[in-house]
T-cell receptor
Framework: EAGVAQSPRYKIIEKRQSVAFWCNPI?????LYWYQQILGQGPKLLIQ????????DSQLPKDRFSAERLKGVDSTLKIQPAKLEDSAVYLC????????????FGQGTRLTVV | AQSVTQPDIHITVSEGASLELRCNYS??????LFWYVQSPGQGLQLLLKYFSGDTLVQGIKGFEAEFKRSQSSFNLRKPSVHWSDAAEYFCAVGGANAGKSTFGDGTTLTVKP
């Protein structure tokens, strides 16, 4: 069974530029999460989708971050404009459903903002 | 509000020695508790989880963890560490939605030959 796929693996951009990350969850998984992991810290949830609807985006900085999952499968996370403090690893995870006892994580995208 | 504290930022053990990683949590209801491992450049892999029942849970790679409600702790243990166990370990707490957990800041494990 294929895992959660993320691309790109690495991205370096200048501040004030925009960037987008892509995630393809495990086939059949209805719930998708985006996490931000700053160096030296644990992952922090940004947004949760159930199929193509947002369940929780309370921790998403909506002035610069946006995310979508239009067809209920793949998802993209965008930052526009990026700030230095956005440098982090962005992890995507998926689970079978909203009450699943296990979530599966992708390898992440490491973003460096210079 | 829920939170997780992992008091040890970095632990070094010799190969073959025993290991215990500490985790303390704060959660308003019955907690669902998780331990994940993250190797460099990799995503998080679930080692074990606790929902209810036996307070000593077994996981993959020879790890186990014990839930102690009175101490709000969920410490991870392994009787004999292998060099391949060197990684970062995260404890997490949440409800039934495993993907919506609150993570600690992790403990980095170094294994000496």
């Amino acid at each position: 069974e294929a895992g959660v796929a993320q691309s790109p693996r690495y991205k370096i951009i200048e501040k004030r530029q925009s960037v987008a990350f892509w995630c393809n969850p495990i086939s059949g998984h209805a719930t998708l999460y985006w996490y931000q992991q700053i160096l030296g810290q644990g992952p922090k949830l940004l947004i949760q989708f159930q199929n193509n609807g947002v369940v929780d985006d309370s921790q998403l900085p909506k002035d610069r971050f946006s995310a979508e999952r239009l067809k209920g499968v793949d998802s993209t996370l965008k930052i526009q404009p990026a700030k230095l403090e956005d440098s982090a690893v962005y992890l995507c995870a998926s689970s079978l459903d909203i009450a699943s006892s296990e979530a599966f994580f992708g390898q992440g995208t490491r973003l460096t903002v210079v | 509000a829920q939170s997780v504290t992992q008091p040890d930022i970095h632990i070094t053990v010799s190969e073959g020695a025993s290991l215990e990683l500490r985790c303390n949590y704060s959660y308003g209801a019955t907690p669902y508790l998780f331990w994940y491992v993250q190797s460099p450049g990799q995503g998080l892999q679930l080692l074990l989880k606790y929902f209810s029942g036996d307070t000593l849970v077994q996981g993959i790679k020879g790890f186990e963890a014990e839930f102690k409600r009175s101490q709000s702790s969920f410490n991870l243990r392994k009787p004999s560490v292998h060099w391949s166990d060197a990684a970062e370990y995260f404890c997490a707490v949440g409800g039934a939605n495993a993907g919506k957990s609150t993570f600690g800041d992790g403990t980095t494990l170094t294994v000496k030959p």
